[in-house]
């Protein structure tokens, strides 16, 4: 069965401090890998995906992702935060064939300190 | 722009009340997903319609879990004789088509809460 671990539950940054959240997945097959992240009070929005081809994939508001296909990796990548930042960060993947079904990763909640 | 629409935002039940959950999707949209949500979890699979047809129900814990899409639109989650272990979100999301490469728009779930 597939699984995803975030092993960074919390995190807490100064605004302008490097962001990297990780994420390793487990599955035998071939997969699509995403960030979605909830902003407070918000619905999950999607950040960035992977699907194939160039391994860095660059997403909305500075974010990038990159596909470490050895290590089963997928780890979420901003030079820069800003204090809009905070929110809560999920990965997902799911098969690429066959339907939808997201697996998730249990979050990690970013808060960046103005 | 309109997305998915989940009502009620709030539900707070008795244990052994049924409860219906609603999702409006994007119109147009064939693909919808239910996902349980517990605190301090990540989104769980549950149920999968393409149009009316369910296509795929494994993530459902229980046979008090039960869901309906009839007319390919408006989606409808049941929960039967809640027990307190089903106290969680429930999101839906949907997608244009079956395709993998299309991504999911969640709504603002709905936040059960069962006393």
């Known amino acids: 069965a597939q699984s995803v671990s975030q092993h960074n539950h919390h995190v807490i940054l100064s605004e302008a401090a490097s962001l990297e959240l990780g994420c390793n997945y487990s599955y035998g097959g071939t997969v699509n890998l995403f960030w979605y992240v909830q902003y407070p009070g918000q619905h999950l929005q999607l950040l960035l995906k992977y699907f194939s081809g160039d391994p860095l994939v660059k997403g909305i508001k500075g974010f990038e992702a990159e596909f470490i296909k050895s290590k089963f990796s997928f780890n979420l990548r901003k030079p820069s935060v800003q204090w809009s930042d905070t929110a809560e960060y999920f990965c997902?993947?799911?098969?690429?064939?066959?339907?939808?079904?997201?697996?998730f990763g249990t979050g990690t909640r970013l808060l960046v300190s103005p | 722009g309109a997305g998915v629409s989940q009502s009620p935002r709030y539900k707070v039940a008795k244990r052994g009340q049924d409860v219906a959950l609603r999702c409006d999707p994007i119109s147009g949209h064939v693909s919808l997903f239910w996902y349980q949500q517990a605190l301090g979890q990540g989104p769980e699979f549950l149920t999968y319609?393409?149009?009316?047809?369910?296509?795929?129900k494994s993530g459902l814990p229980s046979d008090r879990f039960f869901a309906e899409r009839p007319e390919g639109s408006v989606s409808t989650l049941k929960i039967q004789r809640t027990q307190q272990e089903d106290s969680a979100v429930y999101l839906c999301?949907?997608?244009?088509?079956?395709?993998?490469?299309?991504?999911?728009?969640f709504g603002d779930g709905t936040r059960l809460s069962i006393l």
């Open positions: 997902a993947v799911n098969r690429r064939t066959g339907f939808q079904k997201l697996v």
């Open positions: 999301a949907s997608s244009l088509d079956g395709g993998v490469s299309q991504p999911q728009h």
């Open positions: 319609f393409q149009n009316e047809a369910q296509l795929d």
